[in-house]
């Protein structure tokens, strides 16, 4: 069978080309553009020191002064970001920090005749951030509207019967965002990751989450938006297990070469397809069983159909496996996998030899019978 034939530009990875150095876009440095930011620019620091702000589904008690059970109780914030007081009166909370909120509430209940003006008679204390929705655009996997920081029942119960100040949802952050979002692109640039949060912006650098370094892990809020900035180029520092890519990938494998006859007796089950993020094209042959075998049925060519992140056209790679095996250059011809990768395995020159044989004589044994009896 011929070589599969790729549209121009399709191939982003230098490992997908035949010949090293051949064709793959240089990087450049990531242009946003300036109508897609608000018109307030801050330093990520000042977006890193801001109190958590309360979303909808958040939880505070409120305590007031001299008041047992008609307004004292737990609150959880309503998708509109209001809680109701007394049955009758809607407060906007979300958005706003705990020391906000509680001067927020305070005020309208002295505005409504309901508590004195009499210091610390109103007091919000937080009980539980729960999940928000943010969005994730430019050089990740998933992009769109991603919900982090959900929590289970249990881990709600466990909250909800402490009687501590105050909580920590450590699904709400920027990185956590970015995973949830199947993780950065081989072609983000982690130096121009954007977070907008209402009029302002901030520029954050990343780099380091790849090295294990420290990096401005921001809280995030509900309505906040992230922007992954691209090189346009394929990096292979970025193709590994971090806290801003994914930790695994899931692949699709066929093998059903001989002698084996189906997927199942080639021991490709859902283990075999799921794999590390970083894993190359010959560990998934031999998680596919395409390596080894009769030295007949050796030289088996494997394919890999594959996707440009970037632009979204398909790649379709061959490779012959005993020369992944062998040759010295393994590496410069060796493709990393991207998530919902395909790859498959033919049979070698000699077992298709086999079946032209075996065709040609099931298709002339008849003949030949005929011609005996007649």
Request: a positive charge.
């Amino acid at each position: 069978m011929g070589k599969p034939a790729n549209a121009v530009g399709s191939q982003y990875a230098p490992q997908q080309f035949e010949a090293t150095g051949q064709g793959f876009a240089q990087c450049r440095d990531a242009i946003i553009p300036v109508n897609a930011l608000p018109a307030t620019e801050v330093a990520s620091h000042i977006l890193a020191s801001t109190p958590d702000l309360l979303a909808s589904g958040d939880r505070i008690r409120l305590k007031v002064a001299g008041d047992e059970e008609r307004l004292s109780r737990v609150y959880v914030l309503a998708a509109n970001g209001m809680i109701t007081l007394d049955g009758r009166l809607t407060i906007q909370l979300a958005g706003k920090p705990i020391v906000e909120a509680e001067r927020t509430i305070s005020q309208r209940l002295l505005s409504e005749g309901l508590v004195r003006g009499l210091k610390n008679s109103v007091r919000v204390q937080l009980l539980e951030l729960g999940g928000v929705s943010v969005s994730v655009s430019g050089a990740v996997f998933q992009p769109g509207m991603i919900r982090v920081g959900d929590r289970n029942a249990e881990t709600r119960g466990v909250n909800l019967n402490n009687s501590d100040s105050g909580d920590r949802n450590a699904s709400r952050t920027l990185t956590t965002t970015l995973r949830a979002a199947g993780g950065v692109r081989p072609d983000a640039d982690l130096s121009a990751v954007y977070l907008i949060r209402g009029d302002q912006w901030s520029r954050i650098d990343l780099n380091g989450a790849i090295y294990g370094n420290s990096v401005d892990d921001i809280a995030l809020t509900a309505n906040d938006r992230v922007i992954v900035g691209t090189r346009s180029c394929f990096q292979e520092a970025l193709v590994k297990p971090s806290r801003i890519t994914a930790p695994g990938i899931r692949v699709y494998m066929s093998n059903l070469s001989r002698p084996a006859s189906s997927n199942s007796s080639s021991a490709i089950n859902r283990d075999a397809t799921n794999l590390p993020y970083g894993t190359r094209l010959s560990q998934a042959m031999l998680a596919a069983n395409c390596v080894g075998g009769s030295a007949m049925n050796a030289g088996r060519r494997v394919v890999l159909m594959s996707r440009n992140p970037i632009n979204g056209k398909s790649v379709v790679i061959q490779r012959s496996v005993e020369k992944l095996v062998r040759n010295a250059d393994r590496d410069a011809k060796d493709p990393y996998l991207m998530p919902g990768d395909g790859l498959t395995c033919y049979d070698s020159f000699a077992m298709n030899l086999r079946d032209v044989i075996s065709l040609v004589g099931q298709t002339a044994s008849p003949y030949v019978l005929l011609k005996s009896i007649d």
